[in-house]
């Protein structure tokens, strides 16, 4: 009984307004969580494509460190001294 006794002393209306209050936080928490998790997902696939983009460029400097060796012409200096000092990011 101390439902009806709380809703005889604020009213009916405020009584009314709080349950639908907690109704909307409770769908508003749910809906947060949803993206919450999409959100991690997206982050997760952002930084495997930017480990992705770090091995490809690695993988670019060194095949056209290798051409240029192979057929006797100075390597591009100054793309190979970009990339140094970054970290390789391959797992081989």
Known sequence: ???FDFIAQVG???AAALIMGFFIFQTL???L??????????DNFTSSLVNRVKTMNNDLIRIDTLV???LNVNPD???IARANGKEDARRD
């Open 1 to 3: 009984m101390e439902i």
């Open 12 to 14: 009916a209306p405020v």
């Open 29 to 31: 928490k749910y809906i």
């Open 33 to 42: 969580e949803g993206v919450l998790d999409q959100v991690k997902m997206v």
């Open 68 to 70: 240029s060796y192979a």
């Open 77 to 79: 200096i100054e793309r």
